[in-house]
């Protein structure tokens, strides 16, 4: 198995500029969660979905932030505009079940720097 | 905000000595995980620990769960150099939520 799939691994872009950050879970899982981390706040989560619902999006900083899961194996988090305070590691997850007692599976995450 | 804290925030020993990592937390939890994280790549998954269990081994590693402290503590036995990294505990976020809220973490490094 593959693992879980983010695209791109790096980002550089310019402040107003949207960015969109892309995630392929395991297969056959049917949560995915997208987390940020950054060296002051640490590992955050934004948003998760289930069976390609979204749950819980009360991370989600603002509404210049969306996600979507438009099928099983595809996720997408946007930022539009972009700012430079949204630079960070943006990791995806994924895990098998709705419990928060199964492990989840972290992809490589995507490094954005917003100039 | 951060639910879970753990101390210390860094730690460097020598190889082959063990390394104890502590975790406290705010409120009741139905389990805890413990993850790991290498220098520039995403988590990986170590250990759950469920609110009924008081400790739980996998290989060189040892996790206790104290729930009337809300705190738990990750041992790792007999370390090596490919230990270095970091270690965060996580819990559920709450309010039925299955998103897992993380400490900030203790950075690891084992001296050869």
């Known amino acids: 198995d593959a693992g879980v799939i983010q695209s791109p691994r790096h980002e550089v872009t310019e402040m107003g500029q949207e960015v969109t950050l892309r995630c392929k879970p395991i297969s056959g899982h049917n949560s995915l969660f997208w987390y940020r981390q950054t060296m002051m706040r640490g590992l955050e989560l934004l948003i998760y979905f289930n069976n390609n619902v979204p749950i819980d999006d009360s991370g989600m900083p603002e509404d210049r932030f969306s996600a979507k899961m438009p099928n099983a194996s595809f996720s997408t988090l946007k930022i539009q505009p972009s700012e430079p305070r949204d630079s960070a590691v943006y990791f995806c997850?994924?895990?098998?079940?709705?419990?928060?007692?199964?492990?989840?599976?972290f992809g490589p995450g995507t490094r954005l720097t917003v100039l | 905000s951060q639910q879970g804290e753990e101390d210390p925030q860094a730690l460097s020993i020598q190889e082959g000595e063990n390394a104890t990592m502590n975790c406290s937390y705010k409120t009741s939890i139905n389990n805890l995980q413990w993850y790991r994280q290498n220098s520039g790549r995403g988590l990986v998954h170590l250990i759950l620990?469920?609110?009924?269990?008081r400790e739980k081994h996998s290989g060189r590693l040892r996790v206790t769960l104290d729930t009337s402290k809300k705190s738990s503590s990750l041992l790792i036995t007999a370390s090596r150099a490919a230990d270095t990294a970091s270690y965060f505990c996580a819990r559920i976020s709450g309010g039925g939520a299955d998103g897992l809220t993380f400490g900030k973490g203790t950075h690891l490094i084992i001296q050869p």
């Open positions: 997850a994924s895990s098998l079940g709705t419990s928060g007692s199964v492990e989840q599976f």
């Open positions: 620990i469920r609110s009924n269990e």
